[in-house]
């Protein structure tokens, strides 16, 4: 039916732009570890086997409190106002570790830095902005390591409302066991969609989580606008498409079709062309 057919264009029309995702880079990441003795880029797999690179740090028998940072590659945001940063990871539960240091740490912190430009190897820390303290849902224990246990963490963050081209994450160790197994980073956008006759471009979602953008559509082929009432959506802060308003009528020898205007059966071409 078209009410259907429009729940599942409304569906359909939400999307992520991502702008990084360590797991689709088979070469090294090369990202910026200080000091050298923190954190280490090793190859490794994924839960379903495929080749990733991860990073991974574990400086809990130190007898000093640990400071390694690791920075990531310039990202572009490309007209992203609400970032989302998605991390997983795996956290060694300090209780698990024989004669472990009593600095040992079970969270990390997610930092980063705006720029117009690639700032390189970024060494002063008053430049990062914390975004937050990350904690494991699920740690992982001795007993874990032997039966291959990878108890893996999702956490997902956000960063907005930006004003510069790009920036650089940041991960902050200060004493945990940790490894960073994949970083996504994406926003939110509306996808094109036709709804009521008219065709609504891609639209970025906006940074204020209750801010709506409201889009004009135009009509599609054959059609007109409804001089009372134009068709409008609004893009919400998730990417999705609400609250449509107005709508394009089928011209005068069309009838609407599916998310078209096409012309009736049984008239000659002769007909549609006067």
């Known amino acids: 039916s078209c009410s259907l057919t429009s729940d599942l264009l409304l569906v359909l029309s939400v999307a992520a732009v991502v702008l990084l995702n360590s797991k689709e880079t088979q070469a090294e990441l090369g990202w910026t570890s200080f000091p050298p003795n923190g954190w ?49 990871f795996t956290l060694r539960d300090c209780n698990s570790i024989p004669g472990v240091a009593g600095t040992c740490k079970e969270t990390f912190n997610l930092l980063y830095v705006e720029s ?13 902005s914390k975004i937050d303290t990350i904690a494991a849902d699920e740690s992982f224990t001795q007993g874990d390591l032997g039966e291959r246990k990878m108890k893996l963490n999702t956490e997902v963050r956000e960063i907005g409302h930006l004003n510069r081209k790009g920036f650089h994450l940041a991960f902050q160790d200060v004493g945990a ?28 979602a906006e940074a204020a989580f209750a801010t709506l953008v409201e889009v004009r559509g135009g009509c599609v082929n054959n ?36 998310s078209s205007c096409e012309g009736r059966r049984g008239q000659s071409l002769s007909d549609l062309l006067r």
Not at 116 to 128: I, P, Q
Not at 177 to 186: N, P
Not at 245 to 257: D, H, L, N, P
């Open 40 to 88: 280490e880029e090793i190859s490794g797999v994924d839960e379903k086997y495929k080749p990733i690179r991860t990073y991974q740090v574990c400086n809990v028998m130190e007898p000093t409190q640990q400071n390694n940072w690791l920075q990531t590659g310039w990202v572009a945001r490309r007209g992203g106002q609400r970032i989302f940063v998605e991390l997983q």
């Open 223 to 258: 059609s007109e606008v409804d001089s009372d009432s134009p068709p409008r959506m609004h893009c919400s802060a998730e990417g999705e498409w609400l609250v449509p308003i107005g709508k394009c009528s089928c011209s005068a020898g069309y009838e609407e079709g599916h």
């Open 116 to 128: 117009d430009r690639d700032l390189g190897a970024v060494t002063r820390e008053d430049r990062y």
């Open 177 to 204: 066991c940790v490894a960073l197994v994949a970083v996504r980073v994406y926003y939110k956008r509306c996808l094109a969609t036709v709804q009521n006759l008219a065709v609504f471009p891609d639209t970025v």
